[in-house]
Every structure is written in C-alpha cells, then in structure tokens.
C-alpha cells in the first residue's frame, strides 16, 4: 500500500498542484475577496503592528503570504518523514497544509496570517524533533516558545496557555518537562507584560488587554460566507481527521510509542484550534493555524487505509477546493 503512495503522490506532482493552489487562492483572494475574510482581527501587540504594516505595504503582504503558504506546505510534508512520524513514507501533508490555510477563506490581513503560519510551522517543527528524536529540553523550550508568541499575534489562540501544559503531558510526562513547557510558553507573554510596566504601564495591561481582546467580538460571520462547496470541503477534511484518529485509537501497532504520543498531541491540538472558531474574537486567520496540526494528522490514512478510499477523497478534496474558489469568486 505504502508503495502505490509513493508512485501516485510524487514530490513533482504534489509540488505542481501545490504552486497551483497557492497562486489560485491568493490571487483571488486579493482579487475577489468574499464576505467576511475582510474581518479584521482583534488587536493582539503583535498583530496590531502587522496590521498596520499590511496598510502601508498590501501587494507585498500578499506576496509574503503565497511565500510563507509554499514554504510551510514543504515544510510540513518534510517534518514527516524526517522524524519518521509515520509507518511508512508519504508527503501528503504537503497539499492538506494549502488546501486547509487557503482553500476555504484567507483573511484579508494576510500579513497576520503569514505571520501566524510562520509561527505554527517552527513550533510543528521543535515540537516534533523534540519528542521523536532529541528528547532535548531546547527543542520543547522552544516549541513552546512560539506556542506562547501565537496569541500575541492572533488573539484567539490565548487559549494555549491553558490548553498546552495539559497537552505537553501526551509526549512527556515528566514534571521537568512540564516545567519547561510552561515557563517556556509564558515566557513572550511576560516579556511584554515587562516592557509595558518599564514604558510606565502598569505589569498586567498586556495580559487584561489579550484577554479583552479574546472575547471582543470580531464580526466574523463563518456561514454568511460559506458556501456548499467550501462546507463539503471542511466535510472531506473532518472525515480524514476522523479516520486518522480512529486508526490512533484503534490500531495498536499501526505507529510506534513516540508516534502514538505525538499524534495524540496534533489530535488534540487540532480539537483546541477547533475551538477557537466558537470564540466571539474567531476570523478567518484560524484556517492558516488550524492548517498544521490537520496536516500532521491527515496523512496517516494514507499509509494504513485502502488506496482506493484515500484515493477517492483526496480526489474529493481537490474538486471541493477548486469548487469552492469558483464560488467564492462570484459572491
């Protein structure tokens, strides 16, 4: 089975339908921007900053956008096989990053969300050399330090910092590890928080802020801009999703020890950024965050389901994708 995914998902072909949705979705999104993707984020420290950077420099931020897209879809697709996360060699993370950054919405302030993805793509990136290779305290410190820089950009995901200390548990147990993952986390939170009581503010603003700003309602309306199309697409990818963590669950020598406890992180890490969409302050910045933990998770069903099944959605997911650009192009 392994074999027949090697020859149907070469890295040339996924690579040419990769510069496709990137170049597809960006110049639409730029073009014709549909709905509610113009729905600026809340202000975040970092964010506020981008935001006003994007307002000074619009063309670049979108080429910088389709840049980080690329560079983060290869990316992903390398991290798996280079920490040998899963059973048997597959690159499929490649088209699931792009397709789930970009395929549905791409907000607006793409600068932000270039940033996001950025951030997202090296904490995949420590965290999983952490627990599947180096076991070394470096690598979760800084995993979690970019973990902990995310809600300075998009305020949504303020809720990591209560979320990871508990998920941190699932690739290691040890309470020095817990230590470091937390120290570590909160550690760009309270470099502004120190910055704001030298400035003469008082130590707590940034936090009351961030919080304040996790709860402002944004006016992001998810089904005001969604369309059948974009819903059958956000169907295939949760059946995926599904199927991955069945086979989690279920399969007890599907992975190894290091893999199971790493695929249990992206699984519930991907619940967690799911979440975030339920928060007044959600825009469509959260599709390029959610877009790495789906991708780490998605490709495992590509190496221990039937090829035709796989095949089949896949396929699916591409015509959902291109039907949903077409759509939210004449809305």
Request: with cysteine.
């Amino acid at each position: 089975m392994a074999k027949k995914r090697v020859v149907r998902h070469r890295i040339f072909d996924l690579t040419i339908t990769l510069i496709i949705i990137v170049a597809v979705t960006t110049l639409r999104a730029v073009m014709m921007p549909a709905g509610d993707e113009l729905m600026p984020n809340t202000d975040t420290p970092i964010g506020a900053i981008l935001q006003n950077l994007q307002g000074s420099l619009p063309t670049l931020s979108a080429f910088i956008w389709a840049a980080v897209l690329f560079f983060a879809s290869m990316g992903a697709g390398r991290y798996g096989t280079q920490y040998s996360l899963y059973p048997a060699y597959t690159l499929m993370a490649i088209p699931i990053v792009a397709i789930t950054a970009a395929a549905i919405m791409v907000s607006g302030e793409m600068l932000l969300s270039a940033a996001a993805l950025v951030i997202m793509m090296l904490a995949t990136k420590y965290i999983h050399r952490f627990t599947m290779r180096s076991d070394s305290f470096s690598d979760l410190s800084l995993a979690m330090l970019y973990y902990g820089l995310l809600p300075l950009v998009v305020a949504p995901s303020a809720l990591l910092y209560a979320a990871m200390p508990l998920l941190v548990l699932f690739v290691r147990s040890s309470w020095r590890h817990w230590v470091v993952c937390t120290s570590s986390l909160a550690f760009p939170l309270l470099s502004v928080s120190y910055w704001s009581w030298c400035a003469g503010d008082g130590f707590l603003t940034p936090i009351n802020e961030l919080y304040t700003s996790m709860l402002t309602p944004s006016e992001f309306s998810f089904f005001s801009t969604i369309n059948p199309a974009g819903i059958l697409l956000i169907g295939v990818l949760i059946v995926m999703s599904l199927c991955s963590i069945t086979l989690i669950i279920s399969d007890k020598y599907s992975l190894k020890v290091r893999s199971r406890a790493m695929m249990r992180f992206n699984a519930l890490l991907l619940l967690v950024f799911v979440g975030m969409f339920f928060l007044p302050s959600a825009t469509a910045t959260l599709f390029a965050i959610v877009a790495m933990p789906a991708a780490m998770l998605i490709p495992l069903i590509f190496v221990r389901m039937g090829v035709s099944f796989t095949e089949m959605l896949y396929r699916l997911m591409l015509l959902a994708a291109a039907a949903n650009m077409v759509l939210l192009s004449v809305m």
